[in-house]
T-cell receptor
Framework: GNSVTQMEGPVTLSEEAFLTINCTYT??????LFWYVQYPGEGLQLLLK?????DKGSNKGFEATYRKETTSFHLEKGSVQVSDSAVYFC??????????FGSGTQLTVLP | KAGVTQTPRYLIKTRGQQVTLSCSPI?????VSWYQQTPGQGLQFLFE???????NKGNFPGRFSGRQFSNSRSEMNVSTLELGDSALYLC??????????????FGPGTRLTVL
């Protein structure tokens, strides 16, 4: 079946540091890949997505590239802000059209 | 346009009771999915309804059930509550089931605590 493995947290960075959260997946066929963000006390918000190999999703300074050869979809941001503190989830949607999530990575950005 | 709304936001129940959670999707969205979020198991898919029919089901016991009404609103029911059912239950809606229309929008969740 489908599965998503993402970097264990928590991750603590200083403001303006570079962020990478690793995500790898196992799936049959050609899944779509997503990053969701969850702020304290809220539901999930779609951050970015990619629907085919070599696609790059980007939003709010975050980027991730769909790498089929390494089955990866790592999340990056060049300069994090305190307001980026949240839990980040990598997810895939396969042929069953339902989302399979990774375990989530807690990010804390210190001023 | 209003987002996905879930009621109640917080709920405390005791073991053996049953509970019903409600989800109102974004206007025009016909699909509603439910997820359970716990620290130990993460986010797990429960089921999805589209046009009042269950289209997909996760690996949960029969104590977990749901339904969808003609206005696309959905309810989720958990009977004979166990301590392990304590979780954040998230509802997500989308326009349809396939293609770009299938992006899911999540509600804020219902926090269920079972004592």
């Amino acid at each position: 079946g489908n599965s998503v493995t993402q970097m264990e947290g928590p991750v603590t960075l200083s403001e303006e540091a570079f962020l990478t959260i690793n995500c790898t997946y196992t799936a049959t066929g050609y899944p779509s890949l997503f990053w969701y963000v969850q702020y304290p006390g809220e539901g999930l918000q779609l951050l970015l997505k990619a629907t085919k190999a070599d696609d790059k999703g980007s939003n709010k300074g975050f980027e991730a590239t769909y790498r089929k050869e390494t089955t990866s979809f790592h999340l990056e941001k060049g300069s994090v802000q305190v307001s980026d503190s949240a839990v980040y989830f990598c997810a895939l949607k396969g042929s069953a059209r339902q989302l399979t999530f990774g375990s989530g990575t807690q990010l804390t950005v210190l001023p | 346009k209003a987002g996905v709304t879930q009621t109640p936001r917080y709920l405390i129940k005791t073991r053996g009771q049953q509970v019903t959670l409600s989800c109102s999707p974004i206007s025009g969205h016909r699909s509603v999915s439910w997820y359970q979020q716990t620290p130990g198991q993460g986010l797990q898919f429960l089921f999805e309804y589209f046009s009042e029919t269950q289209r997909n089901k996760g690996n949960f016991p029969g104590r977990f059930s749901g339904r969808q009404f003609s206005n696309s609103r959905s309810e989720m029911n958990v009977s004979t509550l166990e301590l392990g059912d304590s979780a954040l239950y998230l509802c997500a809606s989308r326009v349809g089931l396939a293609g770009e229309a299938s992006e899911q929008f999540f509600g804020p969740g219902t926090r269920l605590t079972v004592l």
